[in-house]
Every structure is written in structure tokens, then in C-alpha cells.
């Protein structure tokens, strides 16, 4: 027979109180990890980081920061490429300088280094944070040189665009590209001597054709691909997006 008396009562007590704790602590360990919202949400959390898209060869994820929220970067000892959405704060390393990152800029991170992120602005951060699940001992080369790191996109004798060269090792590449409103570009992957595999970055909202699908991207969304041809246009405003390009030999 159950009995309601003095101990029963502060047992119940001791249990809501426990539930009430853990629930709590549930609370922080999401604003702490990766609470569930959509982009430019924060949720409430001063740090959120949410996984877009996964397949062999990718994991992406978006990173949130509200006004002077910092984060490490977590990447598993895979090299990483971050995508900065917004003015950002990087610190490529321990004991490195912080760098001003800008909407756009790319940078590589070795899979045995240090990353963090801050966010000094008044407004919300964002960053996408790729986790490359491929990895070779050749040296990741940036490119130096403006005059031969950027080419321009010439459509008869007009310059509709650029497309610049970020850095490469031989079988992890990254490009920017950028095409005037009106503009159209079509970019051919294939080689002979491997397998590549594409993760597409929309800086813009933009449309994008994927050996023959169509796909209509928002500004921060990836897409990942096989395709030897994609055709971008700006039909409704300027476009900006990043390709990542893993070849794997035969």
C-alpha cells in the first residue's frame, strides 16, 4: 500500500527539484554544444553550431556567434575550411594573430590546428565550418600572387566577372567566383586522372545548374555534387559563391 506522509512528500519534492536541475543543465549543455535553429536564429544561445550536410567526403556545418561570443572550432583532426558569411574574427592558430575575416573570405586550417572564431560586430556572426574527410600529406599552397590567383570572366570584350584561385595541394582545391547581375558562367571539372567530388558555397542567392539540374540556392547554402559542369547565372542579382573541389585518384 503506497502512503502520502512526510518522507513520501519530500521524496516527490526531491524529484520534481532533480527533473527541474536536469532540465536546467540540459538547457546550458545546448547553448554550450548544438542547439537546433534555422539559419540567422540564435535561439538564445551566444553560440550555435548546426550540421547542414554530410557525405564521404564533407561535413559542413553553420557556425552562429552573437556580439562577443567566441567559439573553437572542433574538427575531429580533419583539416578544415572555414567560410566566413560575415565580418568575423579568426585566429588560425595558437599563439597566432587574430585576422579580420570579411563575407567571403576562405581559409584553410591544418587538421592538427587550433581554430577560433569571435564576433566583434554589433550584429549576429555566421561562418560555415567544412570538415574535409580526406586528407594528404602535401603541402596546402595558397595562392600569392594577385595577378595570377585572379582571372576575369570575359563575355566577347565585356569583363563580367572573376574567378580567383584560394589555395590547392594538388587534390583539395578552392576557388571564388563573382559575375556582374546579367552574367553566366559555366565551369567544367573533370580529370582523367581521378574522381572529383564538389561542395558549392552560395555567398548569394543564385542559380546554379549541375550537369543538366537546376538548383536554386539562398545565400549560405551548400550543395554538394559530382558533376564535370556547372553553370552559374546572375539573372537576379550580382552573384558570389566558393567551390571546394576534392579530387581522389584512381
Same mark, same amino acid.
Given at each position: 500500500?503506497? !502512503?502520502?506522509?512526510?518522507?513520501?512528500? !519530500?521524496?516527490?519534492?526531491? %524529484?520534481?527539484?532533480?527533473?527541474?536541475?536536469?532540465?536546467?543543465?540540459?538547457?546550458? *549543455?545546448?547553448?554550450?554544444?548544438?542547439?537546433?535553429?534555422?539559419?540567422? #536564429?540564435? @535561439? %538564445?544561445?551566444? *553560440?550555435?553550431?548546426?550540421?547542414? $550536410?554530410?557525405?564521404?567526403?564533407?561535413?559542413?556545418?553553420?557556425? =552562429?556567434?552573437?556580439?562577443?561570443?567566441?567559439?573553437?572550432?572542433?574538427?575531429? /583532426?580533419?583539416?578544415?575550411?572555414? *567560410?566566413?558569411? @560575415?565580418?568575423?574574427?579568426?585566429?588560425?592558430?595558437?599563439?597566432?594573430?587574430?585576422?579580420?575575416?570579411?563575407?567571403? $573570405?576562405? !581559409?584553410?586550417?591544418?587538421? #592538427?590546428?587550433?581554430?577560433?572564431?569571435? /564576433?566583434?560586430?554589433?550584429?549576429?556572426?555566421?561562418?560555415?565550418?567544412?570538415?574535409?574527410?580526406?586528407?594528404?600529406?602535401?603541402?596546402?599552397?595558397?595562392?600569392?600572387?594577385?595577378?595570377?590567383?585572379?582571372?576575369?570572366?570575359?563575355? %566577347?570584350?565585356?569583363?563580367?566577372? =572573376?574567378?580567383?584561385?584560394?589555395?590547392?595541394?594538388?587534390?583539395?582545391?578552392?576557388?571564388?567566383?563573382?559575375?556582374?547581375?546579367?552574367?553566366?558562367? @559555366?565551369?567544367?571539372?573533370?580529370?582523367?586522372?581521378?574522381?572529383?567530388?564538389?561542395?558549392?558555397?552560395?555567398?548569394?542567392?543564385?542559380?546554379?545548374?549541375?550537369?543538366? @539540374?537546376?538548383? /536554386?540556392?539562398?545565400? %549560405? +547554402?551548400?550543395?554538394?555534387?559530382?558533376?564535370? =559542369?556547372?553553370?552559374? $547565372?546572375? $539573372? +537576379? /542579382?550580382?552573384?558570389?559563391?566558393?567551390? *571546394?573541389?576534392?579530387?581522389?585518384?584512381?
Amino acid at each position: 500500500m503506497l !502512503r502520502s506522509g512526510p518522507s513520501f512528500r !519530500r521524496l516527490l519534492v526531491c %524529484g520534481i527539484l532533480i527533473t527541474a536541475l536536469t532540465g536546467a543543465f540540459d538547457e546550458v *549543455v545546448q547553448a554550450q554544444g548544438q542547439p537546433k535553429a534555422a539559419p540567422g #536564429d540564435m @535561439t %538564445g544561445a551566444p *553560440v550555435s553550431r548546426r550540421p547542414l $550536410d554530410e557525405n564521404p567526403h564533407y561535413l559542413v556545418s553553420r557556425v =552562429e556567434l552573437v556580439h562577443g561570443a567566441e567559439t573553437q572550432i572542433q574538427h575531429e /583532426n580533419r583539416d578544415l575550411v572555414i *567560410v566566413a558569411l @560575415t565580418d568575423a574574427t579568426l585566429t588560425p592558430s595558437k599563439g597566432a594573430d587574430a585576422e579580420t575575416l570579411k563575407s567571403g $573570405d576562405v !581559409r584553410f586550417i591544418a587538421r #592538427d590546428a587550433y581554430a577560433k572564431i569571435l /564576433n566583434s560586430q554589433d550584429k549576429p556572426a555566421e561562418a560555415l565550418a567544412i570538415e574535409l574527410k580526406h586528407h594528404w600529406d602535401a603541402e596546402m599552397r595558397p595562392c600569392t600572387e594577385p595577378m595570377k590567383c585572379t582571372r576575369p570572366i570575359r563575355m %566577347g570584350s565585356d569583363e563580367i566577372g =572573376e574567378t580567383t584561385s584560394l589555395f590547392t595541394n594538388g587534390f583539395i582545391t578552392a576557388y571564388s567566383h563573382r559575375l556582374v547581375l546579367g552574367g553566366t558562367l @559555366t565551369s567544367s571539372y573533370f580529370s582523367s586522372k581521378g574522381k572529383d567530388h564538389l561542395l558549392l558555397v552560395a555567398l548569394t542567392d543564385l542559380r546554379a545548374v549541375f550537369d543538366g @539540374t537546376e538548383e /536554386n540556392l539562398k545565400r %549560405g +547554402q551548400v550543395y554538394t555534387s559530382e558533376a564535370t =559542369e556547372i553553370e552559374v $547565372d546572375a $539573372d +537576379q /542579382n550580382e552573384a558570389r559563391w566558393v567551390v *571546394v573541389r576534392i579530387e581522389i585518384p584512381k
